[in-house]
């Protein structure tokens, strides 16, 4: 365990991310590719291998093993790049469709089938099931079931001619099944990759909500802002022209204009510091509330331990605005800083003092420097004589504030 003074390590805040934290996003990303392009290199792999073992005819095993080992490398080389491994971009919409890929992946799916036609061992459907899946997450969803139609109709005329060159008629129970099975492998692939895409599009959205949020507040602050300083300016604009115009005719009346202009400005003065003040007056209770629906928002459990709001309530104007400023800074540090799951919020009122405790279980590192926000709300505990620490232990960051009660201190 470590106990040192300020820090935001992977402590504390915020958002989206991802679909809690941005690590989630990440594991997704991992086990999409592992269930999408790892399945379609395993199937080719597997096959190659079960080709050589179980196959007897030499000539059946090698055409197979080609046609097998040919469509999944290209298959899966058409899946990898609609769904990479790391944060590097999926190609662009629009892209063009890597056709030499595409007629590697059918031209080998449909050889492997037709192969297959003359071994009892060669499970060739899943091949082309793969090729088919690999051309679907290129098409746009309108054609899909087009390419669906045209892998089941390949399919069918492929193993239709082997069975005719093979044994002279055509089975139809064994057709349907191994156009069945090309169907399925297919459309399993194509949902685990719809799935990835889908994820990636509600964690932008939830980005771009949280964005549009503090744009529509700082519009907000912005609109009120312009109001009352374009009301006062307007006046104190059109009463120093007129001073101006009164002065060498009516010094008095100049006199009284000029005592106005600098009445409005002192108004303006006073109003903007209102509208300032307000914007950034902060409310303990509304804040620990305020974190745990943020914190929620973004897929991670927060808890406020009960009988926290009482006690926030109870607390003077001073400890209230800091301990309210330590919640903000401690939720904005677990959403961009922290992979955090868990978080829990305690304010506990003794006799002495009052603490608050904010834990995630998000801890990445356990030494780091203290940051400006950490570092700025240090000195306004302790110029109240209160403080702030953090300690990492069993995979929890843990930010505590104290406020002594009789701290009276404007904050």
Not at 5 to 20: D, F, I, N, Q
Not at 308 to 324: E, S, T, Y
């Amino acid at each position: 365990m470590t106990d040192n003074h300020v820090s935001e390590p992977g402590s504390t805040m915020p958002a989206g991310s991802s679909l809690g934290t941005p690590m989630d996003v990440a594991r997704l990303r991992q086990r999409t590719w592992w269930t999408t392009v790892g399945v379609v290199y395993g199937v080719g792999g597997y096959l190659v291998v079960a080709i050589a073992f179980t196959e007897r005819n030499l000539t059946v095993a090698l055409v197979a093993a080609a046609g097998s080992m040919a469509a999944c490398l290209a298959a899966g080389r058409l899946v990898e790049r609609r769904v990479p491994q790391t944060a590097v971009h999926a190609a662009a919409e629009g892209e063009r469709v890597p056709t030499h890929l595409v007629v590697v992946a059918v031209a080998g799916g449909l050889t492997v089938l037709a192969a297959a036609q003359w071994s009892d061992t060669v499970m060739g459907a899943l091949v082309p099931g793969v090729a088919t899946a690999g051309i679907l997450v290129w098409v746009p969803s309108r054609w899909r079931s087009a390419v669906l139609s045209a892998g089941a109709a390949a399919t069918l005329g492929a193993v239709a001619g082997a069975q005719q060159a093979a044994v002279g008629q055509m089975d139809w129970t064994s057709a349907a099944n191994q156009t069945l099975i090309v169907l399925v492998v297919a459309v399993g692939l194509t949902v685990a990759w719809w799935f990835w895409g889908l994820v990636h599009r509600l964690e932008a959205a939830r980005r771009l909500e949280g964005e549009l949020a503090v744009a529509e507040e700082r519009l907000r602050f912005a609109g009120d802002l312009h109001d009352i300083q374009g009301h006062h300016l307007q006046v104190i604009a059109l009463k120093s022209e007129l001073a101006t115009r009164l002065a060498e005719t009516d010094p008095p009346a100049a006199a009284a204009q000029v005592a106005e202009v600098q009445a409005h400005a002192r108004d303006a003065l006073t109003d903007t510091r209102q509208v300032v003040q307000g914007f950034r007056q902060t409310s303990l209770a509304d804040e620990l509330t305020n974190a745990t629906r943020v914190l929620e928002a973004a897929g991670i459990d927060g808890r406020l331990e009960h009988g926290a709001l009482d006690d926030a309530g109870a607390l003077g104007a001073p400890a209230r605005q800091l301990l309210g400023l330590v919640v903000r800074e401690a939720t904005t540090n677990i959403l961009r800083h922290s992979h955090a799951h868990q978080a829990r919020l305690t304010l506990e009122v003794d006799h002495a003092e009052t603490r608050l405790s904010i834990r995630n279980d998000g801890v990445t590192v356990t030494d780091h420097p203290p940051g400006t926000g950490l570092a700025g709300l240090t000195r306004r505990l302790e110029s109240t004589g209160g403080a702030l620490h953090w300690r990492t232990e069993d995979g929890w960051f843990t930010l505590t504030a104290s406020v002594p009660l009789q701290a009276e201190q404007p904050a």
